[in-house]
């Protein structure tokens, strides 16, 4: 069976920062690209970064110079540091885990999902 579990999310203040992990087990974590996607209240869930197996690292726009992804193969585990957070960051955060090396930013090409971890940045 495999398992992806977030760490609590939390409500912060715009401008702080917050780190989320995911940590994974019942598959070759270091086979695997590992992704973060959010969705807010009424939106479609979208892209926020991406980690693939060798360290190729991919953001949206609307993240890039502010989040952060990183990867522990040893400890199965994968981190997102956000920082400068915003309100429009505020949505629950899901990490997913894709055996393909390709379409990273597409939330339907994942084949395991965790369970979502609500982040609130309060202005």
């Known amino acids: 069976q495999v398992l992806l579990v977030e760490s609590e999310g939390g409500l912060v203040q715009a401008g702080e920062s917050l780190r989320l992990s995911c940590t994974v087990s019942?598959?070759?974590?270091?086979?695997?690209?590992m992704g973060w996607f959010r969705q807010a209240p009424g939106k479609e869930r979208e892209f926020v970064s991406a980690?693939?197996?060798?360290?190729?690292?991919y953001y949206s726009d609307s993240v890039k110079g502010r989040l952060t992804i990183s990867r522990d193969n040893a400890k199965n585990t994968v981190f997102l540091q956000m920082n400068s957070l915003r309100p429009e960051d505020t949505a629950v955060y899901y990490c997913?885990?894709?055996?393909?090396?390709?379409?990273?930013?597409?939330?339907?090409?994942?084949?395991?999902w965790g369970q979502g971890t609500l982040v609130t940045v309060s202005s």
């Open positions: 997913a885990a894709k055996g393909r090396p390709d379409s990273l930013s597409i939330w339907d090409e994942y084949d395991y």
């Open positions: 019942g598959l070759i974590f270091s086979n695997y690209a």
């Open positions: 980690i693939n197996w060798n360290d190729l690292k």
